[in-house]
Nanobody, 121 residues
Framework: QVQLVESGGGLVEAGGSLRLSCAAS????????MGWFRQAPGKEREFVAA????????YYADSVKGRFTISRDNAKNTVYLQMSSLKLEDTAVYYC??????????????WGQGTQVTVSS
């Protein structure tokens, strides 16, 4: 099994920056990708970014490309989401997930409990 714990969420002003962390524990596999998703109130969960755990390939949703950066520290079994130029519409609960390199939530089988990101004006 893989256990994922997100941290780093909080309240930030529009235009500000925030870095989310997702620490993985238990069994981890170098071939598994990591992804970030988010879910705003009243909306469906949407893809944010993904990174191949065994490679350097990354993929971003159009809505965050150029503003967010996904990265990893394999020594710490941790994936990060550096968020900058935050917008009000970025407000959501952010989830990290482990699975196949994909922009679809169906490609992931392990999920963290989420961390709240609130962007204020």
């Amino acid at each position: 099994q893989v256990q994922l714990v997100e941290s780093g969420g909080g309240l930030v002003e529009a235009g500000g920056s925030l870095r989310l962390s997702c620490a993985a524990s238990g069994r981890t596999f170098s071939s598994r990708a990591m992804g970030w998703f988010r879910q705003a109130p009243g909306k469906e969960r949407e893809f944010v970014a993904a990174i191949n755990w065994s490679d350097i390939n990354t993929y971003y949703a159009d809505s965050v490309k150029g503003r967010f950066t996904i990265s990893r520290d394999n020594a710490k079994n941790t994936v990060y989401l550096q968020m900058s130029s935050l917008k009000l519409e970025d407000t959501a609960v952010y989830y990290c997930a482990s699975g196949r390199y994909s922009s679809s939530s169906t490609g992931y089988d392990y999920w963290g409990q989420g961390t709240q990101v609130t962007v204020s004006s």
